[in-house]
């Protein structure tokens, strides 16, 4: 079981920055591909991000393309998302999910955290 806990959300001008932590408890993150989605009011839930568990390549949907970064902390077992030129639309809830790939259903869920762009 692993045990996933994000923070870092909140709310924030358009055009600012936050930086999405993913921290795990009980297991390494290493072992794992780690992603993140969103889900917005009235919307599907989306994949925003991934990084894979063997070589470290990451994806992104193109809505976010050039202003988020995903990347790993192995000391710390965690896994950021670093956003940067924050829109309204980016506002949701961010989901961490733990997985085997990237392109495998999500294993593990956090609880979420709300990131809130607005003026």
């Known amino acids: 079981q692993v045990q996933l806990v994000e923070s870092g959300g909140g709310l924030v001008q358009p055009g600012g920055s936050l930086r999405l932590s993913c921290k795990a408890s009980?297991?390494?993150?290493?072992?794992?591909?780690i992603g993140w989605f969103r889900q917005a009011p009235g919307k599907e839930r989306e994949g925003v991000s991934c990084?894979?568990?063997?070589?470290?390549?990451?994806s992104y949907v193109d809505s976010v393309k050039g202003r988020f970064t995903i990347s790993r902390n192995n000391a710390e077992n965690t896994v950021n998302l670093q956003m940067n030129s924050l829109r309204p639309e980016d506002t949701a809830v961010y989901y961490c999910?733990?997985?085997?790939?990237?392109?495998?259903?999500?294993?593990?869920w956090g609880q979420g955290t709300q990131v809130t762009v607005s003026s």
């Open positions: 990084i894979s568990a063997y070589d470290g390549s990451t």
């Open positions: 999910v733990a997985r085997v790939t990237c392109t495998w259903p999500p294993n593990y």
């Open positions: 009980r297991q390494t993150l290493e072992r794992y591909a």
